[in-house]
Structure formats: C-alpha cells, structure tokens
C-alpha cells in the first residue's frame, strides 16, 4: 500500500502561484487512509498475507516551463534532472522503484491511494492500472460496489496518468493500482488541485471511510 506524503511546494494554479496550500487532499488525504489501516490491521485479526506500506515524497515536484516562470523560479533548464531520473514528478517512486528497501524485494501487487478524501469524488479504473494490473483493478472495483460504493468507484476505464504507480510498475516490476480522483470527462483532478482551497473543508469523511473499507476488505479477501 502507498501514497505521496508531500505537497506541492507552491499553488501554481491559484491566482498567487507562489502561496503555500495544506494539501488536505493532494497528499495528506492517502497517508491518513493508511495510517488509519495500519491501526485497524495492528488491532484487529492479522489478514492472511503480509502487508507493507509506504509512503513516498516528492511526488507532486514536477515543474514546466510555464510554472516555474510564474512562481519566480526561472526556467526548468536551469535545474536539470539529477542523474538516474525520468521526471521531476514521482521522485521518491522513481528512486524507490530503483533502490528497494530491501534486496530482492517484491510484492504480489500494490495499490496507490492519491487525493482519496475530497466531497463529490469519483475513482475510475485508471490506464496504467488497467494495463499492468487488470486484474487487481478490477477486484477492487467489484468489492467496493459489493460494499455498495459503486458511485464512488466508477465502472469505467480512463486515460493513464503519471502517478507513483507508474513507476513501480514499470521499474519497480510490481503491478500497482492508482486510486485516484480524477474527471475524465474535464481532464482534471478537481477545482482544488494545487490551488489554496485544498484544505479541510474540501474533505469527506464518508470518502476516506469508504476507500478504507474497501482497501481492508481486498487485504481480507486474499489467502
């Protein structure tokens, strides 16, 4: 289980690009979900499989030309990728995906939690997680409308994304799910995203409960 830690660094969507945000959602949002079934898995019966758990920073980095020119910063070429990256965003999951914490280190498959506890969220079967874990996206999907979250979690596929799970499926060689907010039909991850209004008041307390029952009830599932 993963998410993103950090918070983009500046709100270079908002009209002061400059201007710090909480990152109630875009970060802090899938930490919480896994702290609180880190807690649940600690307390209750242990489930059948081993379960680890990890939390990335430097996700939402990334930068182009026209931001980093508004927030003051210059131009990207005047910081040029450290050797052995692909990208500014996904830092630590590229350096992750390369380095495992552990020589050898696999895992059956993993799931990405990203922006996970806004009001009115909609998840829908992502492509990367369609491509490299078809199987696994699609038993998530099937028990969370099994636990009646099926306008929650949308039965439909939807363009890839870059997200930490791409990296740990394409370098890391371990298939990963992103759950993550996103509207297809707008082609954004919300009014909110990278904005100062990703604060509390955007959060849900239903959505975070609900993709955590969903997440324990997958872990439960397998033998």
Same mark, same amino acid.
């Given at each position: 289980?993963?998410?993103?830690?950090?918070?983009?660094?500046?709100?270079?969507?908002?009209?002061?690009?400059?201007?710090?945000?909480?990152?109630?959602?875009?970060?802090?949002?899938?930490?919480?979900?896994?702290?609180?079934?880190?807690?649940?898995?600690?307390?209750?019966?242990?489930?059948?499989?081993?379960?680890?758990?990890? /939390?990335?920073?430097? &996700?939402?980095? %990334?930068?182009?030309?026209?931001?980093?020119?508004?927030?003051?910063? $210059? @131009?990207?070429?005047?910081?040029?990728?450290?050797?052995?990256?692909?990208?500014?965003?996904?830092?630590?999951?590229?350096?992750?995906?390369?380095?495992?914490?552990?020589?050898?280190?696999?895992?059956?498959?993993?799931?990405?939690?990203?922006?996970?506890?806004?009001?009115?969220?909609?998840?829908?079967?992502?492509?990367?997680?369609?491509?490299?874990?078809?199987?696994?996206?699609?038993?998530?999907?099937?028990?969370?409308?099994?636990?009646?979250?099926?306008?929650? /979690?949308?039965?439909? &596929?939807?363009? %890839?994304?870059?997200?930490?799970?791409?990296?740990?499926?394409?370098? $890391? @060689?371990?298939?990963?799910?992103?759950?993550?907010?996103?509207?297809?039909?707008?082609?954004?991850?919300?009014?909110?995203?990278?904005?100062?209004?990703?604060?509390?008041?955007?959060?849900?307390?239903?959505?975070?409960?609900?993709?955590?029952?969903?997440?324990?009830?997958?872990?439960?599932?397998?033998?």
């Amino acid at each position: 289980l993963a998410a993103h830690w950090d918070t983009r660094p500046f709100a270079d969507k908002d009209e002061n690009p400059a201007a710090k945000f909480d990152g109630a959602n875009d970060g802090a949002s899938g930490v919480a979900v896994l702290l609180e079934i880190a807690r649940a898995l600690q307390a209750g019966q242990p489930p059948a499989v081993g379960v680890d758990i990890i /939390f990335f920073d430097g &996700e939402d980095w %990334g930068h182009d030309t026209e931001t980093w020119e508004k927030i003051g910063k $210059g @131009k990207p070429a005047n910081f040029p990728l450290p050797p052995g990256l692909d990208s500014w965003w996904c830092l630590g999951s590229q350096h992750w995906s390369k380095n495992k914490h552990k020589p050898n280190y696999s895992a059956y498959y993993g799931i990405l939690l990203d922006m996970v506890g806004a009001k009115n969220s909609h998840f829908f079967k992502e492509g990367v997680s369609m491509q490299y874990a078809p199987a696994v996206t699609n038993k998530i999907w099937k028990t969370a409308s099994q636990l009646g979250y099926s306008s929650l /979690f949308v039965n439909r &596929e939807v363009a %890839g994304i870059t997200d930490d799970h791409k990296y740990v499926n394409e370098i $890391g @060689k371990i298939p990963m799910v992103d759950i993550v907010h996103y509207h297809p039909a707008l082609g954004f991850f919300g009014d909110y995203h990278h904005r100062t209004k990703d604060n509390l008041e955007l959060i849900s307390p239903e959505t975070l409960e609900a993709v955590g029952r969903v997440l324990l009830a997958v872990i439960y599932s397998e033998e």
